[in-house]
């Protein structure tokens, strides 16, 4: 009886087991570009907020006329606060001082991008340093920020940034960018908290840890900039907040007092005064806050899918 050739078989299972294709790693950030191309809220998100950036850039220069020049004074009356659209201004002016609205409007965007932009840095940068604190340290210092945060947290938003803008002599757009930046610190401080304590128990952490890297370097080489992620993400809701909270406290009375500058939450809160009569007044600044925040809103939330791993098809 013959021994089969055990050489021959083994050659040919190496040659029936095929290959591993050899295709490139994807990055997280990568494949999550890879999902948003394809995904129609985030386009239509950055489309607005692409656009609403681009105007408020170049604003100064397309804007018809001076924002602050009483263009249209002279066709207003006892009885007519707003001039009525005519050649070279389509929306008429503003109540009272004959101003160009649509000029107004088109300015007043880059102070709405100051404000929302500014007051989310504000807040990020306070809750990055709360936040690396208790996810760094942990036990007692976790324990005493977070309490600081819970206590913030445990007052409305709008509340507690109307209570800090009312504590100023007077309302200037400074004071509405540090009201709406402190309000946004403890978002910030508990999101990043958290995604740091996952962090700390990591497989690279602890082999950094093992290889006996030091405290220092952990936190800020591998942890913070790991946690970062859904932070950022958060930022770009958080503008959309800050454009929203910001037309909140004008129209309560707090915001920025100087009304040549224009900015739409400040136009909001003067036009409320003529809704009755003027109404298309509040409606135009209204309709541009609610585009610019859900276009923020859009491509926040397309953003956070993406990266989610549990959200990933």
Request: glycine residues 8%.
């Amino acid at each position: 009886m013959t021994q089969p050739n055990t050489s021959v078989l083994i050659d040919q299972a190496v040659d029936e087991a095929g290959t591993v294709d050899d295709a490139k790693g994807e990055s997280l950030w990568m494949g999550a570009w890879r999902r948003l191309r394809t995904n129609v809220a985030f386009l239509i998100g950055l489309t607005i907020v692409v656009t609403f950036v681009v105007l408020a850039i170049i604003a100064p220069w397309i804007a018809p006329h001076d924002p602050t020049a009483e263009v249209l004074k002279p066709y207003l009356s006892q009885s007519n606060f707003v001039a009525e659209p005519r050649p070279g201004h389509p929306l008429g002016s503003d109540a009272q001082s004959g101003r160009d609205l649509l000029s107004r409007l088109l300015v007043g965007s880059r102070q709405t991008l100051m404000v929302g932009v500014l007051a989310t840095l504000g807040g990020f940068v306070g809750g990055l340093v709360l936040g690396t604190l208790a996810g760094a340290f942990g036990g007692w210092v976790d324990a005493v920020v977070m309490r600081i945060v819970d206590v913030m947290l445990s007052i409305p938003s709008l509340l507690m940034a109307f209570s800090i803008a009312a504590l100023f002599r007077e309302p200037t757009l400074t004071t509405v960018i540090v009201a709406i930046a402190i309000v946004q610190v403890p978002i910030f401080a508990r999101l990043l908290r958290g995604s740091m304590l996952a962090q700390r128990e990591s497989d690279h952490i602890l082999a950094a840890r093992s290889a006996g890297v030091k405290f220092g370097p952990i936190v800020f080489r591998h942890m913070l900039p790991n946690a970062l992620g859904p932070v950022i993400v958060q930022s770009t809701l958080v503008v959309a907040t800050a454009i929203i909270d910001a037309a909140a406290l004008s129209f309560l009375g707090v915001g920025n007092s100087d009304t040549r500058i224009p900015e739409w939450g400040q136009m909001l809160g003067e036009a409320q005064k003529y809704f009755d009569s003027y109404p298309h007044l509040s409606i135009y600044p209204a309709l541009c806050i609610i585009v610019v925040a859900l276009g923020f809103t859009l491509m926040g939330e397309a953003l956070r899918e993406a990266l989610d791993p549990k959200s990933r098809r």
